[in-house]
């Protein structure tokens, strides 16, 4: 499968992270090596507060094979290195699960231009990777590009184009919610959509990211 997918050009000869020759089965992006090398980063620093998050917690840095995996995921579209990469944080992820027991899970959406090019939202197969349980109470109304191409100014714009679904309104009233994201950054989008819940009565709003940068 990976030396038809090579023909076709949507997998690598070498290993994205290390180089060597693809040796892997299952995607042909980053092998086996480099992915069974990704573990938690400690001590983890969470001196930095984010407004409207009562809590977070971060499984990585942003280097390394595991920034390769992010990069791979989301602009190479590959839906099985994203659930390869929930298996890879599964065990970090649902501890801090078990330890805050949230009424609900959910990640932020994408806008409609980032869907149409990529075919899916990575962090939908990121947690179905981990086997965690999941609803989708944001939408984007907005057609902004990624958030990596643009300043922080640009960024607290952009996150603007977020919006709960009018089913969820109601629901969430009294609710302790995890949002479950790739990656922090500036913290825009994480303080957007806890904004948004605390803004319809959620109880509390935690965060989960795979890394920070």
Same mark, same amino acid.
């Given at each position: 499968? =990976? ?30 090596v480099c992915l069974d090398s990704i573990s938690s980063y400690h001590p983890m620093d969470y001196s930095e507060r984010i407004e409207y998050v009562f809590s977070y917690r971060v499984f ?5 094979? *595991? ?15 994203? =659930?390869? *990469?929930?298996? =890879? ?23 409609l231009r980032r869907l149409w090019s990529r075919g899916f939202n990575h962090m939908e197969y990121i947690l179905k990777g981990a086997g965690v349980p999941y609803m989708e109470v944001f939408?984007? =109304? &907005?057609?902004?590009?990624? *958030? ?21 309104? &109601? ?9 479950? %994201? &790739? ?19 959620? %109880? ?10």
């Open positions: 499968m =990976i030396e038809f997918l090579q023909r076709l050009g949507l997998s690598s000869q070498r290993c994205l992270h290390c180089g060597k020759p693809f040796i892997g089965k299952s995607q042909g992006l980053v092998c086996h990585g840095l942003y280097e390394g094979p *595991l920034r390769e995996v992010i990069h791979s995921v989301k602009f190479r579209n590959s839906k099985t290195l994203a =659930i390869s *990469l929930g298996h =890879i944080i599964r065990g970090h992820l649902w501890e801090y699960i078990q330890e805050l027991e949230p009424d609900l899970i959910t990640f932020p959406p994408l806008n939408k984007r =109304i &907005d057609l902004s590009p990624p *958030l990596a191409r643009l300043e922080a100014e640009e960024r607290e714009k952009a996150v603007l184009g977020h919006r709960l679904r009018e089913e969820f309104v &109601d629901f969430l009233e009294g609710k302790r919610v995890l949002v479950v %994201d &790739d990656l922090l950054t500036t913290g825009s989008t994480i303080r957007r959509l806890a904004y948004l819940l605390m803004s319809v009565g959620a %109880d509390e709003v935690h965060a989960y990211f795979v890394a920070k940068a």
